[in-house]
């Protein structure tokens, strides 16, 4: 609609109240929890013991790695960082290590190794027909311990969406456990290739989060390292995380700007859940925004601007 010069609709400025309940201190959290739930009974000394790392850029991150590391390093185990993010980062031993610095995980900030491959162990097919690939240096360490934020997923919002379970799936399948998941019904796989990936003992505890709206820790679960216990993490966290899940707080707008896209945010570039499953699914548009305008891509996202083709306009920045 064109408004004659000097004729501008009234316009209002309009705030959402989100909870800030969040926990204070994740790295001691962490490591207490690790060491309550029995991390010295599973771990020799000298042990070495690897901590997945994902591409989502999730809240408290450096807390939750160093918390970890912590742990292990009071029971006399030596930790090491795992990119765990299927094909994420060029899909590229180098890029995922690149991709893990665009949010402060370094050798030099964490004062561990991370060790980087693309390669895996096949350890076996699923009932999914799904073969499961297991990264080469998971497959020859002491163990590992799986950290995992349980959220919705831009397909799939009940029961198990991303969390631990696909973590073991996905993060530690490296692109050819992703390829396989993906190609074999991804959430039908997400439930079955764990199965076999917990036969090769050597996933010691799972570290599941639940995050407010403003990315920031607000439950943590230290878990055993058993298939019904990351199940069990991944169903009940998700009820949490859904409560503080942020929502635009209207159904109909004529225009939605997002600041930014990007694969940190979400693997979709914006969140469906946000702006609506029917800009891929089809069916009925709610909520309905006419159009959408991209303003930038984020820093973490490497250049990969997945998901802009969601949106009706873009800057040239983008």
């Known amino acids: 609609m064109k408004y004659p010069s000097g004729n501008i609709p009234k316009m209002a400025l309009v705030q959402q109240q989100l909870s800030r309940e969040k926990?204070?201190?994740?790295?001691?959290?962490?490591?207490?929890k690790l060491l309550a739930g029995g991390l010295r009974e599973r771990v020799k000394t000298g042990a070495q013991v690897g901590i997945t790392a994902g591409s989502r850029g999730m809240g408290g991150f450096m807390e939750l790695i160093g918390g970890t590391i912590d742990a292990l390093r009071a029971v006399g185990a030596s930790p090491f960082i795992l990119p765990s993010m299927g094909s994420h980062g060029g899909a590229s031993a180098e890029g995922q290590v690149e991709l893990l610095g665009k949010f402060g995980i370094t050798e030099k900030n964490l004062g561990v190794p991370i060790r980087s491959t693309m390669e895996t162990d096949c350890l076996g097919t699923s009932d999914t027909g799904a073969k499961v690939h297991l990264d080469r240096n998971a497959a020859n360490c002491d163990g590992v311990i799986v950290l995992g934020r349980v959220k919705t997923h831009p397909e799939n919002t009940e029961g198990i969406a991303s969390g631990l379970l696909k973590m073991t799936t996905i993060g530690l399948g490296k692109q050819s456990g992703a390829q396989e998941a993906h190609s074999h019904g991804l959430w039908d796989s997400v439930?079955?290739?764990?199965?076999?990936?917990?036969?090769s003992q050597k996933i010691l505890f799972g570290i599941a989060v639940a995050e407010n709206a403003f990315r920031e820790p607000v439950k943590i679960e230290v878990v055993p390292g058993t298939y019904e216990a990351f199940y069990d993490a991944d169903t009940r966290l998700l009820k949490i995380s859904k409560k503080h899940f942020a929502r635009v707080p209207f159904d109909s707008l004529d225009l939605l700007i997002v600041d930014e896209l990007g694969k940190n945010i979400s693997g979709t570039g914006m969140d469906l859940n946000v702006i609506g499953p029917w800009r891929i699914k089809g069916?009925?548009?709610?909520?309905?925004?006419?159009?959408?305008?991209?303003?930038?891509?984020?820093?973490?996202?490497?250049g990969n601007g997945l998901g802009i083709g969601l949106s009706d306009f873009t800057t040239e920045r983008f």
């Open 23 to 32: 926990i204070e201190d994740v790295r001691t959290m962490v490591r207490d």
């Open 191 to 199: 439930k079955a290739v764990p199965k076999i990936t917990f036969q």
């Open 283 to 302: 069916g009925e548009k709610h909520p309905d925004y006419k159009r959408i305008v991209v303003l930038s891509l984020t820093e973490q996202s490497m």
